[in-house]
């Protein structure tokens, strides 16, 4: 039996916003449907090519099937044989930085949480005689004439309204949440449809009979607190009574930077998983370089056949930008564990994936050295010490490739890698 208690936890003292969630349908696929618009209609599933690939995006007919992003090729095929499989190839990027112009256009408090979604805080405009639906109906307008994309909006006084306004609205509409029905939008709708509420937290409400979120809210907060912890027990409260006090943020701080590789087939070729080590560390080093950061923290990631997967944290002796300093580390720290070592030919055990990270971003301590070595106390080339400084090496490539294209010099390790043989 579940306490019920009608008090709240906090008091929230928050000037009225108007908030809009703009989420672009079926992205992935709509902008694939761009150069292949015969398809339309059709079931479309977009994944890169490979044994091992996971869905990206499906179309609505496909979902009719059960496919869903996240999912195995293999799997979604198996749901849906006649599928159209669509590469990668679009220029989302492009269509992204239009989509975020659009927006930016009626508000200057644009965040982007993802290539196709953004908040929107419309309380200015609001506040000046503007009507946020107009804004909303005007903005998907443009997106669908100068892009050809559907988008669908939500509008609400906080990004937790608004963000499930949006979803409820698709495909392609418009749902308005005001203040004053809050309570009559959540009180009929399932406890999952909460954002932030994933599957266990679901199960758990269910079992104690909360399947509701007017059984949410009608909870005693002390034992939501007791059940799943203060920080999440005092977020269902206020979620249950559309509470959210969280401002729209133009800028985020980038707190790391990672990228990672699964094999076509598990490999136990030393050299194929150091190449592919050395080319994802040079991507993430230019990447730092790009945005004027250094890391000071690594974490490694490996997996073997069977989905076994293991995790390592690596400190650096200091800051660096190098994706070769980088390399270096990764390399040396997989040996020493004998999962993979230049020395020799095979890893004990067939790897599935590998994958780096930068953590402990800074922007501190970025002058560089003038000299492409380290120097002793006296200012000369130490003999144990004879080595690249790498960073140095990797900026002056950086404008050598700015000036002359991103394939005018590359290192000689990462060509094969970079070429993808």
């Not at 150091?274 to 991507?283: G, H, K, N």
């Not at 730092?288 to 390592?312: D, M, N, V, W």
């Not at 402990?360 to 380290?374: I, N, P, V």
Request: hydrophobic share 40%; aromatic share 6%.
């Amino acid at each position: 039996m579940v306490a019920r208690n009608p008090q709240p936890v906090r008091a929230q003292a928050v000037e009225p916003r108007v908030i809009m969630h703009l989420d672009m349908d079926a992205f992935f696929v709509n902008v694939e449907l761009l150069a292949n618009p015969a398809l339309r209609g059709t079931p479309i599933i977009v994944a890169p090519l490979g044994a091992r690939s996971v869905v990206c995006s499906a179309s609505y007919e496909a979902r009719q099937y059960g496919v869903r992003s996240a999912m195995p090729l293999s799997r979604a095929l198996a749901l849906c044989p006649q599928a159209h499989v669509l590469p990668l190839e679009g220029n989302y990027g492009h269509y992204s930085r239009s989509i975020m112009s659009i927006l930016g256009d009626e508000s200057p408090l644009v965040e982007q949480i993802s290539v196709d979604e953004a908040f929107v805080d419309l309380t200015g405009a609001y506040k000046h005689g503007q009507n946020p639906v107009d804004i909303a109906q005007r903005v998907r307008a443009r997106i669908k004439d100068e892009l050809q994309l559907p988008a669908s909006a939500g509008l609400a006084p906080n990004k937790l309204l608004a963000k499930m306004a949006s979803t409820g609205s698709k495909p392609n509409g418009l749902w308005v949440i005001p203040p004053a029905r809050v309570q009559e939008f959540l009180d009929p709708l399932p406890v999952g449809k909460l954002w932030g509420v994933g599957a266990k937290s679901r199960e758990k409400l269910n079992n104690y009979g909360v399947e509701r979120i007017a059984q949410l809210r009608e909870c005693d907060p002390a034992w939501l607190i007791q059940t799943f912890g203060a920080a999440q027990g005092e977020h269902l409260y206020a979620m249950a009574r559309g509470q959210d006090d969280r401002p729209v943020i133009t800028e985020r701080e980038e707190k790391s930077m990672g990228a990672e590789h699964t094999f076509a087939t598990d490999t136990r070729e030393s050299e194929q998983v150091l190449a592919v080590l050395l080319y994802l560390s040079l991507q993430i080093g230019q990447r730092l370089r790009a945005r004027s950061k250094r890391t000071a923290s690594l974490s490694i990631k490996y997996r073997y056949a069977g989905f076994e997967t293991h995790t390592r944290s690596v400190r650096l002796d200091r800051p660096t930008d190098s994706g070769m300093d980088l390399y270096r580390a990764v390399a040396s720290e997989l040996a020493g564990l004998g999962v993979a070592d230049s020395s020799v030919e095979y890893t004990p055990r067939a790897l599935r994936l590998v994958g780096v990270s930068a953590t402990k971003l800074s922007d501190e301590g970025l002058d560089m050295q003038a000299s492409l070595f380290d120097m002793d106390e006296s200012g000369a080339i130490a003999e144990q010490k004879r080595q690249p400084n790498w960073s140095a090496v990797e900026h002056a490539m950086d404008t050598i490739r700015q000036r002359f294209g991103a394939d005018s010099v590359r290192l000689a390790q990462g060509i094969d890698i970079k070429r993808g043989e």
